[in-house]
């Protein structure tokens, strides 16, 4: 089985769709939830959940440190659901082609730093476009701009607003991240 460590800064809304979609399954499981805000909602939900979570700054981040860790604990596979920091070369080449991102947009457009959240779904109402939607990708050294595994389109309506856009995305992100994340899992030669 496939421990899955799961990279979140917010609310985490994915992080318990991730806990719940692979809890009872064979292939894979969520094993831990790391945040670089020890007040980020996420943390209370794996903890409520009983995922054991670690809180990281800067200095962590960017350490060996934390992947002889995640080593340690077994982790396989990296997801990151809302994680609003670079990750460093070290840790994308530890887990070359197993760290993957969702981003809420149609990459390439809307992306790079900054770009997340309700920025994102801001930028598109005011850029009048017809669609948008969630990208699933590779992480490289850049914000956004990894391979792309996915993506997944919602229509825009003249009436959305970016919290209806929000909330469109998330059922989009909610009803694919799991499935690509267990396909990609399925697929890798551990």
């Known amino acids: 089985m496939v421990k899955i460590a799961v990279f979140a800064s917010g609310q985490g809304s994915n992080t318990v769709n991730l806990i719940n979609y692979f809890r009872n399954n064979k292939i894979a499981q969520v094993a831990l939830v790391i945040s670089n805000s020890s007040s980020a909602q996420?943390?209370?939900h794996a903890m409520s959940l009983k995922v054991e979570t670690m809180i990281i700054d800067d200095v962590i981040l960017k350490s060996d440190a934390l992947i002889v860790s995640l080593q340690e604990k077994g982790i396989g596979f990296i997801v990151l659901a809302g994680f609003l920091k670079l990750i460093p070369v070290t840790l994308i080449s530890a887990y070359k082609d197993r760290i993957i991102n969702i981003h809420p947009a149609l990459l390439p457009k809307f992306g790079g730093k900054g770009m997340y959240?309700?920025?994102?779904?801001?930028?598109?109402?005011?850029?009048?476009e017809d669609i948008t939607g969630i990208t699933i990708h590779f992480v490289d050294q850049q914000f956004d701009k990894g391979k792309i595994i996915a993506s997944y389109q919602t229509k825009v309506e003249k009436e959305d607003t970016p919290l209806t856009l929000?909330?469109?995305?998330?059922?989009?992100e909610l009803k694919y991240l799991p499935l690509e994340v267990e396909n990609l899992i399925r697929q890798i030669k551990y």
């Open 42 to 44: 996420v943390v209370q």
């Open 117 to 128: 959240g309700m920025r994102v779904h801001e930028a598109v109402i005011e850029s009048c």
């Open 166 to 172: 929000m909330h469109k995305v998330r059922k989009l």
